[in-house]
């Protein structure tokens, strides 16, 4: 795609919705990058953040960590067996770690999740508009269809 079909110039929040490979985004970028042109993941890691954010006008405040960026931040606990031992942080990332390894995740510098606790959510209000709104609503018998007159 062009940068003009990409609307490079309207911003990320102009930009369409992304593609239906998305999902598989990353991985065809690790097999590519590093396996057939044997690109070290340290060069890739820049071009799957710096970069983008560089096109879409929002670096440094995305794309980077450092003082003034938003600090979207997810950490990752690598005391895990199966992270163990760890002798390329980026390497056991890509290749090992599990979503259930994070153990924080910050969003603009606020703390979303942290160890098993979502501290922004009260658990007991999502768990009682759950039970009073949303499950009602899926077992809720529509209205008996009647011929048009």
């Given amino acids: 795609m062009t940068a003009e079909e990409k609307k490079v110039a309207e911003g990320m929040r102009g930009a369409g919705p992304g593609y239906p490979t998305l999902g598989t985004h990353l991985p065809s970028v690790l097999n590519e990058g590093i396996f ?3 690109l070290p993941i340290e060069k890739l890691v ?3 953040t710096m970069n983008p954010a560089k096109i879409f006008g929002v670096y440094p405040r995305k794309g980077t960590i450092m003082p003034g960026s938003d600090a979207d931040i997810v950490l990752v606990d ?3 067996p199966h992270l163990m031992p760890c002798h390329n942080v980026l390497n056991g990332l890509v290749w090992s770690a599990k979503g259930g390894d994070v153990a924080m ?3 603009r510098g606020k703390i979303l999740y942290e160890n098993g606790k979502f501290p922004t959510i009260d658990l007991n209000n999502v768990v009682e508009e759950l039970v009073s ?3 009602p609503k899926l077992f809720q018998k529509d209205e008996p269809m009647t011929e048009a007159k």
């Fill in 36 to 38: 057939r042109q044997e």
């Fill in 46 to 48: 820049p071009l799957m």
């Fill in 133 to 135: 709104e949303a499950i």
């Fill in 105 to 107: 995740t910050m969003v």
């Fill in 78 to 80: 690598f005391t895990a």
